[in-house]
């Protein structure tokens, strides 16, 4: 299985088990965040941990989870990005955008202070 879908209390976690986030599997990651959303999650933490290597239909499922997050009123964070896949991110002013993590535990800590807000 490409991805792992795992409920954690107050969000998600949607895991890339693959080394490519690309045109071959981008579209059915971005299938997976439309039925985690239409479940009733609101809240996604995105980890990429394990991808080396993402494009341009990588991207857009990325901001397909930002969206529909955003229009659930939720959040949506992106954590584990490895560098080449860090540096397409950064280039493509996406960091200005998303929010972003080292860490899956720090994406919980994250929406912890968010909902204590």
């Given amino acids: 299985?490409?991805?792992?879908?795992?409920?954690?209390g107050s969000y998600t976690l949607v895991k890339v088990n693959a080394?490519?986030?690309?045109?071959?599997?981008a579209p059915d990651l971005?299938?997976?965040?439309?039925?985690?959303?239409n479940e009733g999650e609101k809240n996604i933490v995105l980890d990429l941990s394990k991808v080396t290597y993402c494009?341009?239909?990588?991207l857009r499922a990325v901001l397909v989870a930002n969206r529909i997050c955003e229009d659930a009123?939720?959040?949506?964070?992106?954590?584990?990005l490895?560098?080449?896949v860090e540096n397409l991110v950064q280039i493509s002013m996406l960091h200005t955008v998303l929010?972003?993590?080292k860490?899956?535990?720090e994406a919980k800590e994250l929406l912890k202070k968010k909902d204590n807000l």
């Fill in 55 to 58: 494009d341009s239909s990588g």
């Fill in 1 to 8: 299985m490409a991805f792992e879908i795992r409920k954690n």
């Fill in 82 to 84: 490895q560098p080449d």
């Fill in 103 to 105: 860490t899956e535990e």
């Fill in 19 to 25: 080394d490519r986030l690309d045109t071959n599997n």
């Fill in 30 to 37: 971005k299938s997976e965040l439309v039925v985690v959303n």
């Fill in 99 to 101: 929010l972003i993590t």
């Fill in 73 to 80: 009123i939720g959040t949506f964070i992106l954590c584990g």
